[in-house]
């Protein structure tokens, strides 16, 4: 395949991904490898407020609070970024959520650790999280909107990368002989900050979207006649390394998709949902990026030492092997990228999920059975789990973001990616608030429920 972009449109959209996505997985999984940590911190606060300590059920709801208030924030910032869009540009808006995420960084470990504060710990994390609400939905989108057509989704895999690398480094470093000791913790929960100042610092000379530079020339009047000469075209042949008649021609077919979608006046939400082809894309986009979430990644996320813990593995070993499974995760993203161009994103996702689905019935089995030969089932236990990292992490992990954002045009695309913003935060939410209670219900046959979410899936994903 001949080259599309430019390297500038390359380091554009990675420096984009890597600033924002590898703090948000830091923060994600931040008050796991730090809870015993944060909860002396917490018994030591309410010392020195009232003279005593905190009891189990104090300290562990102070905590529940902590860890939830992220996704609490996702689900409001992933109603808001719709409002927002209206009001700013696409990088005025990422460059907002930077200054929110420099903000929370502070909160959580200057203004908790010398104000004896787990309310500012409390806050930072809800500030983190409406950032990352916003980000799924902004940062995909401008994507979307800088690189070709043919090349979204590849471009959009090194995100999800990044968070798996980015829960691998926190894990790492959340230990307590690294930085998740009783006196370095605040330096491990401002560290994410640290890429947020970065992009501040950069953040002038970042361009804005073509999409968005076409649409605020269209309703601008522009003093220039040829259309090859207006600013949204020079910004174009920056970012693509083709001659110039290939990018005039996408130039044309860019103009020619935004005019048509303007005549036929589905700019707003409710047109979107009252045309015929725009539903279609609007519905194919939910569904796309619903399928990553089906696989119960989430719950696997944020409960994998729990996990490991109840295969076998003794529990001063679980977040080692934690972190092992989140750096498999992002090497068979970056491994197996180039078969996204050779296969196609729809035929990677199928594969993915059918083989989760294989991969969680497994692990149920084996530990459903592992009372009858402890070592062999914990092995067996230990595979369904590589498996299962291994084909998430090559289907729906690696190619939902681009192929959603592949099927929509570019004026229906917004309101896909909130609408799907919003349906991907609920899901995570649902899922993380519900996995404690089901897997006390239910212990090892909770994974079924996400074999059953899957071919829920696949059936919408091929009909």
Same mark, same amino acid.
Request: aromatic share 12%; charged share 10%.
């Given at each position: 395949m001949p080259r599309i972009n430019s390297n500038y449109c390359v380091f554009i959209t990675l420096f984009t991904q890597l600033t924002f996505f590898l703090p948000v997985a830091v923060n994600v999984v931040a008050l796991n490898p730090t809870d015993a940590t944060i909860s002396q911190f917490v018994n030591a606060s309410f010392q020195h407020r009232w003279n005593r300590t905190g009891d189990n059920e104090e300290v562990g709801f102070i905590m529940s609070m902590a860890k939830s208030m992220i996704l609490v924030g996702g689900l409001?910032?992933? /109603?808001?970024? !719709? %409002?927002?869009?209206?009001?700013?540009?696409?990088?005025?808006?990422l460059t907002l959520l930077h200054v929110i995420f420099v903000v929370s960084s502070l909160l959580m470990s200057v203004a908790t650790k010398f104000g004896m504060s787990y309310e500012a710990l409390i806050v930072g994390r809800f500030l983190c999280g409406f950032s990352r609400g916003c980000g799924f939905t902004l940062v995909p989108l401008m994507i979307a909107e800088t690189t070709s057509r043919k090349t979204i989704a590849l471009y959009q895999a090194p995100t999800l990368a990044i968070l798996q690398l980015g829960s691998a480094i926190s894990n790492f470093l959340g230990l307590p002989w690294v930085l998740g000791g009783e006196q370095t913790w605040p330096f491990f929960l401002a560290m994410p900050g640290f890429f947020s100042i970065v992009y501040l610092i950069a953040s002038p000379m970042l361009p804005e979207t073509i999409t968005y530079k076409i649409l605020e020339e269209e309703n601008v009047e =522009? &003093?220039?006649?040829?259309? %090859?000469?207006?600013?949204?075209?020079?910004?174009?042949? !920056?970012?693509?390394?083709?001659?110039?008649?290939?990018?005039?021609?996408?130039?044309i077919d860019m103009k020619m998709e935004l005019s048509a979608?303007?005549?036929?006046?589905?700019?707003? +939400?409710?047109? =979107?949902?009252?045309?015929?082809?725009?539903?279609?894309?609007?519905? @194919?986009?939910?569904?796309?990026?619903?399928? $990553?979430?089906?696989?119960?990644v989430q719950a696997v996320a944020l409960y994998t030492d729990t996990i490991f813990e109840e295969t076998g593995i003794p529990k001063n070993q679980a977040t080692y092997y934690t972190i092992g499974m989140f750096v498999l995760m992002a090497l068979v993203l970056f491994a197996s990228s180039p078969l996204l161009v050779q296969y196609g994103a729809r035929k990677m996702i199928l594969v993915g999920l059918t083989g989760a689905a294989f991969s969680l019935v497994l692990l149920t089995v084996s530990l459903k059975t592992r009372s009858f030969c402890p070592?062999?089932?914990? !092995?067996?236990?230990l595979t369904a789990l590589i498996l299962y990292s &291994? +084909? =998430?992490? %090559?289907?729906?992990?690696? &190619? %939902?973001?681009? +192929?959603?954002?592949? =099927?929509t045009t570019?004026?229906?695309?917004?309101?896909?990616?909130?609408?799907? @913003?919003?349906?991907?935060?609920?899901?995570?939410?649902?899922?993380v608030w519900s996995t404690p209670y089901i897997l006390?219900?239910?212990? @090892?046959? /909770?994974?079924?429920?996400?074999?059953? $979410?899957?071919? +829920?899936d696949v059936s919408l994903f091929i009909f």
């Open positions: 409001v910032g992933a /109603f808001t970024i !719709k %409002f927002m869009l209206q009001i700013l540009s696409r990088q005025q808006n =522009v &003093c220039v006649e040829n259309q %090859f000469a207006r600013p949204s075209f020079n910004l174009l042949k !920056k970012l693509r390394a083709g001659n110039l008649s290939t990018v005039q021609n996408e130039y979608s303007l005549r036929s006046s589905q700019t707003s +939400f409710w047109n =979107v949902l009252m045309g015929e082809n725009s539903r279609r894309q609007l519905f @194919g986009a939910i569904v796309i990026l619903t399928t $990553l979430q089906s696989t119960g070592d062999v089932m914990t !092995k067996v236990s &291994c +084909f =998430v992490s %090559f289907g729906p992990m690696m &190619c %939902f973001m681009g +192929f959603a954002t592949e =099927v570019q004026l229906i695309r917004p309101s896909a990616m909130w609408i799907g @913003g919003i349906v991907w935060n609920t899901m995570a939410s649902a899922i006390q219900a239910i212990h @090892g046959y /909770f994974y079924l429920v996400f074999v059953g $979410l899957v071919i +829920f």
